[in-house]
């Protein structure tokens, strides 16, 4: 199934935008004064984080008492408020990486860390046609669509609808509707892909998947010659298994495997240190390029190393029985369809909620004021 993309609803557009200048998907939603159906973080003195979606007359009740949503409204964020019983609050619409964290999910996502260095080992510029397979909960479908802007495309696969209509959800919340760059499709990538795009069309392949090894020939039938190909694996194994067989294949070259971890610092005064947490592992990164058709890969000049490896430890790394790479042997927790579908149906109402409070306030309801 292929989900044909509409024109952009992102909202009212910018008067200080240029004559003949269209203001990117999503741009209103990210500056300007704050408007019915957007959501706002609020932190109070202890550094608790509360994320709202605003509402013409609605209320954010605590137990340190009542914020009024009109308090916020056409107003700019980067405010401190008080509540009914004198407490306050720093207004900040979420960033990026705040919303991806917070949103309904049903798939694990991308780590915001990973998916900025996805976006820029691969390479993803505006305009470029990306194929992306492993869509969980739209994440990671996020920053490529940012990255390729309105005249590029973003062909995102996934195998289980309710995590479709999760990312969907998602994606439309944070753009303020839909994005004209973006198509999801169902079905297995390695089966799907090839229908939908022609021999050597596609800029950038990203998978987010179990076995990306299975989808080696389809990308490298619709990866255009220079293209990068892009692999986001949770184990050691996964990322063994699918440098060898990019090896073995020959239509790839400038392999390179690397993985991120952020650790922030404790700034108060002269009290300087590492934080006692950090975000350490969550994937490795897997990069390579397509050569062209018929071109053997420069073979380097490397030390002769003499190794060899005993059948059962080759078997141990890298099973020759398909059936014993599953989520559960990879230490992934396996997603229920109840998990799912609740998920979906979250990212659904959020972004329903939006749309329909932003449409009452453009319709000139009453401000509650």
């Keep these: 199934m292929t989900e044909t993309p509409h ?15 269209t203001e990117p998907t999503g741009a209103s939603e990210r500056r300007g004064p704050l408007r019915p159906g957007q959501r706002v973080q609020l932190k109070d003195a202890r550094g608790r984080l509360n994320t709202v979606t605003l509402t013409r007359g609605g209320q954010f009740h605590s137990h340190q008492g009542v914020l ?44 915001p860390k990973d998916a900025g260095q996805i976006v820029q080992m691969a390479d993803i510029f505006p ?25 590029g495309e973003v062909h995102s696969y996934e195998r289980r609808e309710e995590f479709a209509d999760v990312a969907r959800g998602n994606v439309q919340t944070f753009f303020g509707g839909e994005h004209p760059a973006w198509r999801i499709h169902l079905g297995d990538a390695q089966d799907v ?61 400038q392999t390179e495997a690397s993985e991120t971890m952020v650790r922030g610092w404790h700034l108060d005064g002269l009290a300087v240190r590492p934080d006692h947490r950090m975000v350490a592992h969550t994937g490795f990164l897997l990069v390579c390029r397509r050569l062209a058709t018929g071109a053997e890969a420069l073979t380097l000049k490397k030390r002769s190393k003499v190794s060899e ?3 059962e ?16 042997a990879l230490g992934e927790r396996p997603v229920t369809d109840k998990k ?19 449409s009452d306030d453009s319709d000139g309801g009453d401000d509650g004021r």
Excluded at 340 to 358: I, L, Q
């Design 193 to 253: 892909m090839t229908t939908v795009h022609e021999p050597g069309s596609v800029d950038r392949v990203v998978l987010d998947m179990l076995a990306p090894w299975e989808c080696l020939d389809a990308v490298a039938t619709v990866l255009a010659p220079g293209g990068v190909w892009i692999n986001y694996v949770a184990t050691a194994t996964q990322l063994s298994r699918v440098a060898e067989a990019i090896r073995e294949d020959g239509r790839f070259t």
């Design 7 to 21: 024109p952009s609803t992102s909202g009212p557009s910018d008067p200080d935008q240029p004559a003949g200048r």
């Design 127 to 151: 305009g470029a046609r990306v194929v992306e397979a492993g869509v969980g909960s739209g994440g990671l479908s996020i920053s490529l669509l940012r990255a390729v802007g309105d005249g």
């Design 340 to 358: 799912a579908r609740k998920a979906a149906r979250d990212a659904a109402a959020m972004e329903s909620k939006g749309r329909s409070d932003d």
């Design 313 to 328: 430890d080759v078997e141990a790394w890298q099973p020759a029985d398909e059936s014993r790479w599953t989520p559960q």
């Design 309 to 311: 490896f005993k059948p």
């Design 68 to 111: 009024n949503h009109d308090d916020l409204l056409d107003g700019p964020d980067g405010v401190v408020v008080t509540n009914s019983a004198g407490n306050e609050y720093q207004v900040l619409r979420p960033l990026l990486s705040d919303f991806v964290l917070s949103m309904p999910r049903g798939a694990t996502v991308v780590y």
